[in-house]
């Protein structure tokens, strides 16, 4: 069995130290790898995950090879002119990665937000916080070639997986739409030809983990295979309340045949479904206001020292929940019901054909995904319902070229079709909003890429797409609006609002929505309904140039410039209910290398960006005086800074890896409005009342994005020790380190995650036969609890905050033949 040095993570110094380092005296004498790919070979299986086809080439003594498609051909990781970071099969398993959450304790550059079954990925201070299905994500998700349109889809996929790229940057011509932070893509292991082989992994842990997953590889006759994946998990909750927990199932089979040398076939269809009890959450701060002379002036922002598991119904959070008012209809919160419950489904059935042409590879690419979400949480003292139903088409054509040649070219046509029927119930006991809806996009783009070799170690890079957006949306929202008794008083002046239903029993509400009096006051609330009716057609060019020096045998030295958008929408509001698209443009310059006989790698990047009409939901007021959930366009931001990336092999059994990354990223310009609704909002930017008395104006100018650490990094060693018997034993460890960043979407101290290191540790025995392993692993050494999200009720005035998993430990066995 052929030893494995894989191991997640980089590292990083300076710039400039790679450019004066890379230089041919460094390199080994007899490596002539130049501009061309690397010689694929294959690779033993990694017993601790399946396989990890992705990995070629490397000798016990030197660095291992990773092939990567993310530039839509296979090549070498090192011979990619682009920023990536790649995270491979064995690593997941390994750190036990089962949710798109938790990329970002092995990826510096990335961060992540979920909520309930919604994922959302933030690439260097570039995302989206999206809840709901009629916005769309700034990082683009691709699964085995396929864009998943859906934040809320994106689970479900972290199995007999062979490799994940995060290409990092605006993907605007290969990508297309949505991808203004970047791409991240998941590759599943595919069928092999010829062979018959299999691997089972159980696993076992605290929170009652019970973990299975697994996959069989057959063959059928020379030329077909087929390969069945399957991933199995029931754990406990991470909160005293039972929330935070894990019930999901997800299988997949794929067939591939190769009827000809020419022509590779491939079909795949999936399945996964979501259980449990949901996300869980804590009150982290309780907001009083402070009053001057009867008028609130601003508010304190009091800890509520519960610790960070205690959930949100348990009793300590219930007593704290009986004890705010709801405003603005002023009375206590109730207790809370036992309301958390997943039940979300998703399948999917894709295709690939590549067929090998004299112009030319061939590769389409059809799909079919449907994902069903239905959603009870509790947050905050926010009783929510989600039903939201996607059906998603998409249809991929590329031709590209042979990598014979000074000329090499890609072309490609896409479609995209989705629809989505939801309805959405937002604390339904006092004032926010039910909506009711059908959106959709049609999705038609062009796109292309030319690399000309201008020597046989320059080449220069150019790329165009354009992209035509058509979307739709059908729906209603209703909100309450304040009404005075007393017409001509504000908020009567703006227009008197009539009732719409009498209650909402057809939804399983009982509560009465209309009319509500407010205590002590002349004033009633009644609902009000928005209805949005519209169409829209949005088109973008996008583009790319670059260049491309080997200035050394296995040194890289690369420029690119990137430009990407983020399409528009619609959402409920008695005014203008559209939104523009954001965009974005970036400069990057990197080099990558290879010293010592290919046992120290050295890769540096640093980058520039400008992101222009960002789009931000939140709060706001309409002309009716209704409180609405708005998306807008609020201003411009500079994200700028570097990455170092090193894996060093001292010696023939000992990896040591680093990825340091520095981020300097801030909003230019940032200001929008949120609505008076008596006092002041709650923010940490500056804050002003506008002249109309309505709203006030919130100036974030010069602020940091959310999820931007200045400094975030891994480290990591690996050590394998080969025993008298034959066997191995491999022993892990690793470190995540960030600054503090925001995660709140408010702005204010209370919603700052403070810095912290995370820490992973596993040890491993391999067997001389290499068909079994034993693993023991402790996650998260220090228990560290770090906030995935934190979110502002602000009809109670609290902020809950849901977390990254504690501390975790156990033992995985893996048997493979």
């Given at each position: 069995?052929?030893?494995?040095?894989?191991?997640?993570?980089?590292v990083?110094?300076?710039?400039?130290?790679?450019?004066?380092?890379?230089?041919?005296?460094?390199?080994?004498?007899?490596?002539?790898?130049?501009?061309?790919?690397?010689?694929?070979?294959?690779?033993?299986?990694d017993?601790?995950?399946?396989?990890?086809?992705?990995?070629?080439?490397?000798?016990?003594?030197?660095?291992?090879?990773?092939?990567?498609?993310?530039?839509?051909?296979?090549?070498?990781?090192?011979?990619?002119?682009?920023?990536?970071?790649?995270?491979?099969?064995?690593?997941?398993?390994?750190?036990?990665?089962?949710?798109?959450?938790?990329?970002?304790?092995?990826?510096?550059s990335?961060?992540?937000?979920?909520?309930?079954?919604?994922?959302?990925?933030?690439?260097?201070?570039?995302?989206?916080?999206?809840?709901n299905?009629?916005t769309?994500?700034a990082?683009?998700?691709?699964?085995d070639?396929?864009?998943?349109?859906?934040?809320?889809?994106?689970?479900?996929?972290?199995?007999?997986?062979?490799?994940?790229?995060?290409?990092?940057?605006?993907?605007?011509?290969?990508?297309?739409?949505?991808?203004?932070?970047g791409?991240?893509?998941?590759?599943?292991?595919?069928?092999?030809?010829?062979?018959?082989?299999?691997?089972?992994?159980g696993?076992?842990?605290?929170?009652?983990?019970?973990?299975?997953?697994?996959?069989?590889?057959?063959?059928?006759?020379?030329?077909?295979?087929?390969?069945?994946?399957?991933?199995?998990?029931?754990?406990?909750?991470?909160?005293?309340?039972?929330?935070?927990?894990?019930?999901?199932?997800?299988?997949?089979?794929?067939?591939?045949t190769?009827?000809?040398?020419?022509?590779?076939?491939?079909?795949?269809?999936?399945?996964?479904?979501?259980?449990?009890?949901?996300?869980?959450?804590?009150?982290?701060?309780?907001?009083?206001?402070?009053?001057?002379?009867?008028?609130v002036?601003?508010y304190?922002?009091?800890?509520?020292?519960?610790?960070?598991?205690?959930?949100i119904?348990?009793?300590?959070?219930?007593?704290?929940?009986?004890?705010?008012?709801?405003l603005?209809?002023?009375?206590?919160?109730?207790?809370?019901?036992?309301?958390?419950?997943?039940?979300?489904?998703?399948?999917?059935?894709?295709?690939?054909?590549?067929?090998?042409?004299?112009?030319?590879?061939?590769?389409?690419?059809?799909?079919?995904?449907?994902?069903?979400?239905?959603?009870?949480?509790?947050?905050?003292?926010?009783?929510?319902?989600?039903?939201e139903?996607?059906k998603?088409?998409?249809?991929e054509?590329?031709?590209?070229?042979?990598?014979?040649?000074?000329?090499?070219?890609?072309?490609?046509?896409?479609?995209?079709k989705?629809?989505?029927?939801?309805?959405?119930?937002?604390?339904f006991?006092?004032v926010?909003?039910?909506?009711?809806?059908?959106?959709?996009?049609?999705?038609?783009?062009?796109?292309?890429r030319?690399?000309?070799?201008?020597?046989?170690?320059?080449?220069?890079?150019?790329?165009?797409?354009?992209?035509?957006?058509?979307?739709?949306?059908?729906?209603?929202?209703?909100?309450?609006?304040?009404?005075?008794?007393?017409?001509?008083?504000?908020?009567?002046?703006?227009?008197?609002?009539?009732?719409?239903?009498?209650?909402?029993?057809?939804?399983?509400?009982?509560?009465?929505?209309?009319?509500?009096p407010?205590?002590?006051?002349?004033?009633?609330?009644?609902?009000?309904?928005?209805?949005?009716?519209?169409?829209?057609?949005?088109?973008?060019?996008?583009?790319?140039?670059?260049?491309?020096?080997?200035?050394?045998?296995?040194?890289?030295?690369y420029?690119?410039?990137?430009?990407?958008?983020?399409?528009?929408?619609?959402?409920?509001?008695a005014?203008?209910?559209?939104?523009?698209?954001?965009?974005?443009?970036?400069?990057?310059?990197?080099?990558k290398?290879?010293?010592?006989?290919?046992?120290?790698?050295?890769?540096?990047?640093?980058?520039?960006?400008?992101?222009?009409?960002?789009?931000?939901?939140?709060?706001?007021?309409?002309?009716?005086?209704?409180?609405?959930?708005?998306t807008e366009?609020?201003?411009r931001s500079?994200?700028?800074?570097?990455?170092?990336?090193?894996?060093?092999l001292?010696f023939k059994?000992?990896?040591?890896?680093a990825?340091?990354?520095?981020?300097?990223?801030?909003?230019?310009?940032?200001?929008?409005?949120?609505?008076?609704?008596?006092?002041?909002?709650?923010?940490?930017?500056?804050?002003s009342?506008?002249?109309?008395?309505?709203?006030?104006?919130i100036?974030?100018?010069?602020?940091?994005?959310?999820?931007?650490?200045?400094?975030?990094?891994?480290?990591?060693?690996?050590?394998?020790?080969?025993?008298?018997?034959?066997?191995?034993?491999?022993?892990?460890?690793?470190?995540?380190?960030?600054?503090s960043?925001?995660?709140?979407?408010?702005?204010?101290?209370?919603?700052?995650?403070k810095?912290?290191?995370?820490?992973?540790?596993?040890?491993?025995y391999?067997?001389?036969?290499g068909?079994?392993?034993?693993?023991?692993?402790?996650?998260?050494?220090?228990?560290?609890?770090?906030?995935?999200?934190?979110?502002?009720?602000?009809?109670?005035?609290?902020?809950?905050?849901?977390?990254?998993p504690?501390?975790t430990?156990?033992?995985?066995?893996?048997?493979?033949?």
């Amino acid at each position: 069995m052929k030893r494995k040095f894989t191991f997640l993570s980089s590292v990083s110094l300076i710039g400039p130290i790679a450019v004066a380092l890379a230089t041919p005296a460094w390199a080994s004498s007899d490596d002539t790898v130049t501009g061309s790919n690397v010689a694929e070979t294959q690779t033993a299986p990694d017993v601790t995950s399946g396989e990890s086809a992705d990995e070629t080439g490397a000798s016990a003594s030197s660095l291992q090879e990773i092939i990567v498609t993310a530039q839509r051909r296979e090549e070498n990781l090192q011979r990619a002119a682009i920023a990536i970071s790649v995270v491979t099969g064995g690593d997941l398993a390994r750190q036990g990665i089962s949710q798109p959450n938790q990329l970002q304790a092995v990826v510096p550059s990335l961060q992540t937000r979920t909520g309930g079954s919604y994922s959302n990925f933030f690439i260097r201070g570039v995302g989206a916080t999206v809840t709901n299905g009629y916005t769309d994500p700034a990082v683009a998700f691709n699964y085995d070639g396929i864009y998943i349109s859906r934040p809320s889809a994106l689970n479900g996929y972290f199995y007999d997986v062979q490799r994940v790229e995060v290409l990092k940057g605006p993907q605007g011509t290969l990508y297309g739409r949505n991808a203004t932070g970047g791409a991240v893509n998941v590759l599943s292991n595919l069928p092999k030809l010829g062979e018959l082989s299999g691997s089972l992994t159980g696993e076992v842990g605290n929170y009652d983990l019970v973990h299975v997953d697994g996959h069989i590889n057959v063959p059928i006759g020379n030329n077909s295979a087929l390969r069945l994946s399957s991933n199995w998990i029931n754990r406990s909750g991470y909160y005293r309340d039972g929330t935070g927990d894990e019930v999901s199932r997800a299988a997949r089979l794929q067939f591939l045949t190769e009827p000809t040398e020419d022509l590779k076939i491939r079909l795949s269809t999936d399945y996964y479904h979501q259980g449990g009890n949901g996300q869980g959450s804590t009150i982290s701060t309780v907001i009083n206001p402070v009053t001057s002379n009867g008028v609130v002036t601003g508010y304190s922002y009091d800890p509520t020292n519960l610790a960070p598991n205690t959930g949100i119904r348990s009793r300590e959070t219930q007593a704290i929940l009986g004890t705010r008012f709801l405003l603005p209809t002023r009375v206590f919160n109730p207790a809370e019901p036992d309301y958390n419950t997943l039940d979300n489904t998703f399948w999917g059935v894709n295709a690939q054909v590549d067929w090998r042409t004299p112009i030319g590879t061939l590769t389409v690419l059809p799909a079919y995904r449907r994902s069903k979400l239905n959603i009870r949480e509790t947050d905050g003292g926010n009783p929510t319902r989600i039903n939201e139903l996607s059906k998603q088409t998409s249809l991929e054509l590329r031709l590209a070229s042979d990598s014979d040649g000074p000329l090499k070219y890609l072309a490609g046509l896409y479609y995209l079709k989705e629809d989505i029927d939801a309805r959405y119930i937002f604390n339904f006991r006092n004032v926010s909003p039910y909506q009711d809806l059908k959106t959709g996009v049609k999705s038609y783009a062009a796109f292309g890429r030319l690399t000309y070799e201008l020597s046989d170690s320059f080449r220069l890079t150019g790329g165009l797409r354009y992209t035509n957006d058509k979307r739709y949306m059908d729906g209603d929202g209703l909100v309450l609006v304040a009404i005075c008794t007393e017409p001509g008083t504000a908020p009567c002046a703006n227009g008197v609002a009539v009732p719409i239903f009498e209650n909402l029993s057809d939804l399983g509400i009982s509560q009465p929505y209309a009319p509500t009096p407010i205590p002590g006051t002349s004033t009633v609330l009644l609902p009000k309904l928005n209805s949005v009716n519209g169409k829209s057609s949005e088109s973008a060019v996008t583009w790319r140039v670059g260049a491309e020096w080997d200035i050394g045998p296995r040194s890289l030295l690369y420029a690119s410039y990137e430009t990407g958008f983020r399409s528009g929408g619609f959402f409920f509001t008695a005014d203008d209910p559209t939104f523009k698209p954001e965009k974005i443009g970036a400069l990057t310059i990197g080099s990558k290398n290879r010293f010592f006989d290919n046992r120290l790698q050295l890769n540096v990047e640093l980058f520039y960006w400008k992101y222009r009409d960002q789009q931000v939901s939140h709060i706001s007021t309409d002309s009716t005086g209704g409180s609405v959930f708005i998306t807008e366009n609020v201003g411009r931001s500079t994200n700028k800074g570097f990455e170092v990336e090193t894996r060093f092999l001292p010696f023939k059994n000992t990896l040591l890896s680093a990825d340091v990354q520095y981020l300097d990223a801030k909003f230019n310009e940032f200001t929008y409005n949120a609505p008076n609704s008596g006092s002041p909002p709650v923010n940490g930017c500056a804050s002003s009342l506008a002249s109309n008395s309505v709203t006030y104006l919130i100036d974030c100018s010069g602020g940091a994005p959310l999820r931007a650490p200045k400094w975030s990094m891994n480290f990591g060693i690996e050590q394998t020790i080969a025993l008298m018997n034959g066997a191995d034993l491999v022993a892990n460890l690793s470190t995540h380190y960030q600054t503090s960043s925001l995660v709140g979407t408010e702005f204010i101290a209370a919603e700052m995650q403070k810095s912290y290191w995370m820490s992973n540790a596993s040890i491993t025995y391999k067997s001389s036969e290499g068909n079994w392993s034993l693993t023991a692993f402790l996650n998260n050494i220090e228990n560290t609890y770090v906030s995935n999200s934190i979110r502002l009720n602000s009809s109670n005035k609290i902020l809950s905050t849901s977390y990254m998993p504690p501390r975790t430990y156990g033992l995985r066995a893996t048997v493979s033949f």
